[in-house]
């Protein structure tokens, strides 16, 4: 429980940083003075300084931040953000969002090395690919003893002259292993890249919460195959452009909707920092593989809507740039300050009404839920 929710909020806390580090790591290349890197925000913990870049350790576990001097005009140094060519201070902005497309390539990479299967009730009904899992083996049980390890997948079940009953739902399995307690039944399972077969008898009277067997059953269904090490640098990219993709088109029809009138299309529902952070903790429960690929999709999420030409994101840092290049002349410092300060206030403002709204019940469901 604890754990869980220590693996949600390091998870937020790295996309912050990651995304903070791209731009810093592009001003720095670009040659401008980076005042402070700061993981949280003030007040300061620990700072250290080094070839003139403050690197510190703040109170405020809410993010990162990057320190670049000019960076809303006003300061014409060389080495400042106002200073510099259009084309680098458009990399520079870009650079956070482009850190969280490389985040997302890293980690579908990964997740295509060790395959992603989810867990699924009996309730999703007949899935392709849905199988039983042996989720545990409880010691000294028929399972055990017929050597049936954790992690196998039962595929068939029969008793000596009868027909064999395949297996994709927990229900077929504990049914078909209730009407056969005191007799000898054969299993078929999966290992590895083995299909093995043995038999055991169920229990009359087996311990309590043991089951006549002794195990535990998981369903599963396969999201992401695991590929060989050197096909999954070439499927991480195309699967991450996948997602992109999906997720553009899944952004404008939501404008759509909302524009015409229609509202949120069905199964769309906003979240905020807190629902974000209880979909990773529920993520969290569901394998290392679901949990890394929910985190890479989440960066894909992330860089499109900094991407949108609002100010107060970087978006809208590149509409002024764009203005300015339009002008010939960039926008006033004041006026800059004054609209990202608004529109900060009123993403904020949405923020705390999502929060409220959407956020909060699924907070107390997860926390009724017993994490």
Same mark, same amino acid.
């Given at each position: 429980?604890?754990?869980?929710?220590?693996?949600?909020?390091?998870? @937020?806390?790295?996309?912050? !940083?990651? #995304? +903070?580090?791209? #731009?810093?790591?592009?001003?720095?290349?670009?040659?401008?003075?980076?005042?402070?890197?700061? !993981?949280?925000?003030?007040?300061?913990?620990?700072?250290?300084?080094?070839?003139?870049?403050?690197? *510190?350790?703040?109170?405020?576990?809410?993010? %990162?931040?990057?320190?670049?001097?000019?960076?809303?005009?006003?300061?014409?140094?060389?080495?400042?953000?106002?200073?510099?060519?259009?084309?680098?201070?458009?990399?520079?902005?870009?650079?956070?969002?482009? =850190?969280?497309?490389?985040?997302?390539?890293?980690?579908?990479?990964?997740?295509?090395?060790?395959?992603?299967?989810?867990?699924? *009730?009996?309730?999703?009904?007949?899935?392709?690919? %849905?199988?039983?899992?042996?989720?545990?083996?409880?010691?000294?049980?028929?399972?055990?003893? *017929?050597?049936?390890?954790?992690?196998?997948?039962?595929?068939?079940?029969?008793?000596?002259? =009868?027909?064999?009953?395949?297996?994709?739902?927990?229900?077929?399995?504990?049914?078909?292993?209730?009407?056969?307690?005191?007799?000898?039944?054969?299993?078929?399972?999966?290992?590895?890249?083995?299909?093995?077969?043995?038999?055991?008898?169920?229990?009359?009277?087996?311990?309590?919460?043991?089951?006549? @067997?002794?195990?535990?059953?998981?369903?599963?269904?396969?999201?992401?195959?695991?590929?060989?090490?050197?096909?999954?640098?070439?499927?991480?990219? %195309?699967?991450?452009?996948?997602?992109?993709?999906? *997720?553009?088109?899944?952004?404008?029809? !939501?404008?759509?909707?909302?524009?015409?009138?229609?509202?949120?299309?069905?199964? %769309?529902?906003?979240?905020?920092?807190?629902?974000?952070?209880?979909?990773?903790?529920?993520? =969290?429960?569901?394998?290392?593989?679901?949990?890394?690929?929910?985190?890479?999709?989440?960066?894909?999420?992330?860089?499109?809507?900094?991407?949108?030409?609002?100010?107060?994101?970087?978006?809208?840092?590149?509409?002024?740039?764009?203005? +300015?290049?339009?002008?010939?002349?960039?926008?006033?410092?004041?006026?800059?300050?004054?609209?990202?300060?608004?529109?900060?206030?009123?993403?904020?403002?949405?923020?705390?009404?999502?929060?409220?709204?959407?956020?909060?019940?699924?907070?107390?469901?997860? @926390?009724?839920?017993?994490?």
């Amino acid at each position: 429980m604890v754990l869980t929710i220590i693996i949600a909020f390091f998870s @937020i806390i790295f996309l912050m !940083v990651s #995304h +903070e580090f791209g #731009h810093f790591i592009v001003a720095k290349k670009c040659g401008i003075k980076v005042e402070e890197f700061g !993981v949280g925000y003030p007040p300061r913990i620990f700072g250290k300084k080094i070839n003139g870049t403050i690197y *510190s350790l703040n109170l405020l576990p809410f993010g %990162a931040f990057v320190k670049i001097p000019g960076e809303i005009g006003g300061v014409e140094d060389y080495q400042s953000f106002s200073g510099l060519a259009i084309w680098k201070r458009v990399l520079i902005v870009l650079g956070g969002v482009i =850190s969280f497309w490389v985040v997302a390539f890293v980690l579908f990479t990964i997740v295509f090395n060790i395959g992603v299967k989810v867990p699924i *009730s009996d309730e999703s009904g007949s899935l392709p690919g %849905a199988e039983v899992r042996i989720a545990e083996v409880y010691k000294n049980s028929p399972a055990e003893i *017929s050597g049936i390890k954790r992690g196998d997948v039962v595929k068939e079940l029969w008793v000596d002259g =009868s027909e064999k009953q395949a297996i994709s739902k927990i229900k077929d399995f504990q049914d078909f292993i209730a009407a056969s307690k005191g007799n000898q039944v054969n299993v078929a399972f999966q290992r590895g890249n083995q299909t093995l077969e043995t038999s055991l008898v169920p229990r009359m009277s087996p311990p309590e919460n043991e089951g006549p @067997i002794g195990v535990q059953l998981e369903r599963t269904v396969l999201l992401i195959q695991k590929y060989p090490w050197y096909q999954t640098p070439i499927r991480g990219l %195309a699967y991450c452009w996948e997602i992109t993709y999906k *997720s553009i088109e899944g952004l404008f029809k !939501v404008l759509s909707n909302l524009i015409t009138g229609k509202g949120l299309p069905s199964g %769309a529902e906003p979240a905020g920092p807190l629902g974000l952070f209880v979909f990773l903790a529920r993520a =969290s429960e569901l394998g290392v593989g679901f949990f890394l690929y929910f985190i890479a999709a989440i960066a894909v999420l992330l860089a499109i809507s900094n991407l949108l030409p609002i100010p107060a994101l970087d978006g809208g840092k590149l509409l002024f740039l764009a203005i +300015e290049k339009i002008r010939a002349k960039a926008v006033s410092p004041k006026a800059e300050q004054v609209t990202t300060t608004i529109f900060f206030f009123l993403l904020i403002s949405f923020s705390i009404f999502v929060t409220i709204k959407f956020d909060m019940p699924k907070l107390f469901e997860f @926390i009724k839920s017993g994490f």
